[in-house]
């Protein structure tokens, strides 16, 4: 059975607020890192910026084509899909290899390296900081009861399967601070920093990532839209929301 553990108010000073404050003190820290690191020649590919836009422009026709008559999205439609000239169409042989241009852009791989190391170092120094001091201590309690599967994410260095699974450990929570101050992080530095641990992973994991394929994505899904344009059905819609508020 589950032991109940009263935790003391020294490792709340000494353990919990110090972990939370120097992670995120290392987040800042990090963010203007990267800033004074990047280059400053770089400047944006004009061809990327404006396919990004196009795939800006047709997801929100897509998101919003019940609300256009039907000849006016049957006329953007051809606009953006249409086989010969269509803004979404890409011919085969057109496609742009990424992983090539980043390769033959000596600017664009080193970026990247630094990126990575900003990224990979804080982390290690800062999982040895926590692993030689903190390690073994019950940090925190969840409010909330838990199942079993979450022992292993929340009590990371702790070995005691009679410990109520709501504990959390010193190690696992360096990882919850890790992974989730995007929010604080995004509110103080603004939504483009340099912290997102689990963007850059994903960057890191799509190495070579064509953005002509997010054209022709996106042109696939707006072909099959099935337009049904809900003008005519408003009235019908309202007086069905003001029956039920009479109700």
């Known amino acids: 059975m ?7 108010t020294a490792i709340r000073d000494w353990v919990l607020i110090p972990l939370s404050v120097v992670m995120v ?7 203007f ?3 004074l690191m990047r280059s400053s020649s770089q400047n944006p590919d004009v061809k990327i910026v404006k396919e990004g836009q196009l795939v800006i422009r047709a997801r929100n026709l897509r998101s919003s084509a019940n609300f256009i008559p039907p000849k006016s999205f049957r006329a953007r439609r051809v606009y953006f899909c249409n086989e010969e000239n269509g803004l979404l169409f890409v011919p085969k042989g057109q496609a742009q290899n990424a992983q090539a241009q980043m390769f033959s852009d000596p600017n664009m791989a080193m970026d990247m390296m630094k990126k990575n190391l900003s990224m990979i170092i804080p982390q290690t120094l800062t999982f040895a900081w926590v692993n030689f001091f903190f390690s073994g201590f019950v940090a925190a309690k969840i409010p909330f009861p838990l199942t079993q599967r979450f022992r ?6 702790i070995d005691l399967s009679t410990v109520d699974v709501s ?3 010193s190690r696992s ?5 890790l992974f989730g101050l995007r929010g604080l992080f995004s509110l103080i530095l603004g939504d483009e920093n340099a912290t ?3 963007q850059r992973m994903m960057q890191m994991g799509g190495f070579g990532f064509d953005p002509s394929k997010s054209l022709g994505a996106e042109k696939d899904s707006l072909d099959i839209v099935q337009h049904e344009w809900a003008l005519p059905k408003f009235e019908q819609r309202a ?5 039920k508020l009479v109700r």
């Open 239 to 243: 007086e069905a929301v003001l029956r």
């Open 25 to 31: 003190l290392i987040g800042i820290l990090r963010h």
């Open 2 to 8: 589950a032991e109940d553990l009263v935790l003391d």
């Open 167 to 169: 504990y959390v450990s």
């Open 173 to 177: 929570w360096y990882f919850l601070n």
């Open 33 to 35: 890192v990267s800033k």
């Open 152 to 157: 292993g994410m929340l009590q990371n260095g």
């Open 196 to 198: 997102d641990d689990a």
